[in-house]
T-cell receptor
Framework: KAGVTQTPRYLIKTRGQQVTLSCSPI?????VSWYQQTPGQGLQFLFE???????NKGNFPGRFSGRQFSNSRSEMNVSTLELGDSALYLC??????????????FGPGTRLTVL | DAKTTQPNSMESNEEEPVHLPCNHS???????IHWYRQLPSQGPEYVIH???SNVNNRMASLAIAEDRKSSTLILHRATLRDAAVYYC?????????FGGGTRLMVKP
């Protein structure tokens, strides 16, 4: 079974631009979560989608948004990029929406650099 | 949100057992204890999770204190491939909140 895939793996943008990252979960998984990882803040939860609905949201500004499609693939969008948005963006999928008793499978991440 | 406290780093010799501690004194009755690890240049990887009883799987063992205010991840025989950042996480059913983790260094 293929793992979680994320595209692109690396991305360079300039301030003010917007960016869309893509995540394909493991086949059969309906929950997709997004995390941001930076050296200063560590791993921070962005949001979680389950069956095309955003179920949980972390403490990030509205410039960060996402969506999930009927095939469970998910995209996240960051508008009006700032230098501080440079980070590794990780996507994770799980079978069910509630992760308390479920394993989350992480992708390799998309490394975003904002210049 | 319940928080976890872990040592910043630990060192181990190859082939020896490693005990990684985690304190979570504000844990609630419904919080599961998860452990993930992140190898260099990779996304986090699930290790083990539990609620009240000790748990074993092919990767590790999880020992949970009777009052659930602390837990210990046990790697029975550390290998060089186990060098990673280990995260102890409490989860109440919605999302994983990662702390700083413990960087495990394994010496040959």
């Amino acid at each position: 079974k293929a793992g979680v895939t994320q595209t692109p793996r690396y991305l360079i943008k300039t301030r003010g631009q917007q960016v869309t990252l893509s995540c394909s979960p493991i086949s059969g998984h309906r929950s997709v979560s997004w995390y941001q990882q930076t050296p200063g803040q560590g791993l921070q939860f962005l949001f979680e989608y389950f069956s095309e609905t955003q179920r949980n949201k972390g403490n990030f500004p509205g410039r960060f948004s996402g969506r999930q499609f009927s095939n469970s693939r998910s995209e996240m969008n960051v508008s009006t990029l700032e230098l501080g948005d440079s980070a590794l963006y990780l996507c994770a999928s799980s079978l069910e929406g509630q992760v308390y008793n479920n394993e989350q499978f992480f992708g390799p991440g998309t490394r975003l650099t904002v210049l | 949100d319940a928080k976890t406290t872990q040592p910043n780093s630990m060192e181990s010799n190859e082939e020896e057992p490693v005990h990684l501690p985690c304190n979570h004194s504000t844990i609630s009755g419904t919080d599961y204890i998860h452990w993930y690890r992140q190898l260099p240049s990779q996304g986090p990887e699930y290790v083990i999770h539990g609620l009240t009883s000790n748990v074993n799987n092919r990767m590790a063992s999880l020992a949970i204190a009777e009052d659930r205010k602390s837990s210990t991840l046990i790697l029975h025989r550390a290998t060089l491939r186990d060098a990673a950042v280990y995260y102890c996480i409490l989860d109440a059913g919605n999302m994983l909140t990662f702390g700083g983790g413990t960087r495990l260094m394994v010496k040959p």
